[in-house]
């Protein structure tokens, strides 16, 4: 087991803390420099920097920005690793071990395969083989499990989870399901997997660090949110040269 593994298995023990999601390598490094103690990869902001969406990166695309991350810094990275590209249990487990390849200290895997999940005895089984994977590579990165109905508007936190749960049970070692804001609703799902740790992601809720914490969560991601407000002000300082002919002074 590396140190940025040891590391970041440490911080999953206990307490709360950030994962900001830096898309580059300047990115991470101003995280790093701001003092955060784990990054994490963001499919929609390593998308964008590539001119595409969310979700059309292609795995080698995806791979090579985790490359990119983990060089950048010291600081153990979790890898959004969308669907691990593959439908079959057994694509994922091999493209899961590439994963590990890049140097990712964790990855996620979600249940969403365009706008629907996986059934549920497929998604428990793509995820056993992603866990088996990391086993039989013996790095000790944390494998954790995404639920997304709540992102394609399946907002039931009983069905939220029965899938966390699942996954736990399949060895999933964090769980998240993206797209819970409620405050009583994330800390129901806290509960019902404890104890293991619950990531949430703060772009869909109004809650603060400090609330989130005290409900429990172990982990906040920050998402694209990071990258969404970069390219936000990019188009308004473009936009300011095409429109006024000039640019806002340097800092």
């Known amino acids: 087991m590396t140190d940025r593994i040891s590391a970041f298995r440490k911080l999953h023990e206990a ?69 691990g590209f593959a439908d079959a249990p057994d694509g994922v487990a091999a493209n899961v071990t590439r994963a590990l390849e890049a140097g990712v200290a964790g990855l996620s895997i979600e249940d969403r395969t365009g706008k629907s999940l996986y059934p549920l005895d497929l998604a428990v089984e793509r995820m056993r083989a992603a866990r088996a994977a990391i086993d039989r590579v013996g790095s000790g990165a944390l494998l954790v499990g995404r639920t997304e109905g709540y992102l394609i508007g399946q907002r039931d936190i009983g069905a939220a989870i029965a899938r966390m749960r699942a996954y736990s049970d399949a060895g999933a070692d964090v769980l998240f399901a ?10 129901q799902l806290v509960a019902a997997v404890a104890p293991k740790p619950v990531n949430v992601g703060i772009f869909s809720t109004q809650a603060s660090v400090d609330e989130l914490a005290a409900a429990g969560v172990r982990r906040i991601s920050t998402g694209g949110g990071l990258a969404a407000a970069a390219w936000k002000a990019f188009d308004a300082v473009t936009d300011m040269l095409l429109e006024q002919g000039r640019l806002p002074p340097r800092q």
């Open 178 to 187: 993206p797209g819970i804001g409620d405050i009583a609703e994330i800390a």
């Open 15 to 83: 307490g709360c803390f950030v994962i900001p999601n830096p898309w580059d390598a300047g990115s991470a490094r101003r995280l790093a420099a701001k003092g955060f103690q784990a990054l994490a990869s963001t499919s929609a902001g390593a998308a964008w920097a590539l001119g595409k969406q969310d979700g059309e990166m292609t795995l080698d695309e995806c791979l090579a920005n985790l490359r990119l991350l983990c060089e950048a810094t010291d600081l153990p990275v979790n890898a959004d690793f969308e669907a």
